[in-house]
C-alpha cells in the first residue's frame, strides 16, 4: 500500500485472458486491502470492479468466487481464524 500511494506512477496491472472471474476476485481483494475510495465492503467492491470492467456488469458472479471476497473482508476486518492441525485418516484413490 505505502509504495503504491508513494508515487502516482507506482500502479499495479493484472493481465488475465477474460478477466472477469479469478481475476475479479483478486481485485476486488486488492480494492478492500487498498481500501480503495468507494470500496469499504465486499459488495461495495466488487460493484467497482464490475462497473469498470465490463458494461453490462457481468463479471465475477460466481457465488463461491463472491464468498471469497467477503471470506477477505473478513479477514481484514477480524483477523484470520486461528490455524488448527488436521489429520488425514484415509485416502481412497
Known amino acids: 500500500r505505502a509504495w503504491l500511494i508513494a508515487d502516482a506512477r507506482n500502479v499495479v496491472a493484472v493481465h488475465c485472458k477474460a478477466g472477469k472471474g479469478r481475476t475479479g476476485v ?3 481483494a486488492l480494492l478492500l486491502a487498498l481500501r480503495h475510495p468507494g470500496c469499504s ?6 460493484a467497482f470492479f464490475r462497473a469498470a470492467r465490463t458494461r453490462d456488469g457481468d463479471a465475477c458472479r460466481n457465488a463461491g468466487q463472491i464468498r471469497y471476497v467477503h471470506y477477505y ?3 481484514l476486518a477480524h483477523g ?5 492441525a488436521l489429520r ?3 485416502l481412497e484413490l
Open 88 to 90: 488425514l485418516l484415509r
Open 41 to 46: 465492503s465486499a459488495r461495495d467492491a466488487l
Open 73 to 75: 473482508e473478513a479477514v
Open 26 to 28: 483478486m481485485i476486488g
Open 80 to 84: 484470520a481464524p486461528p490455524a488448527r
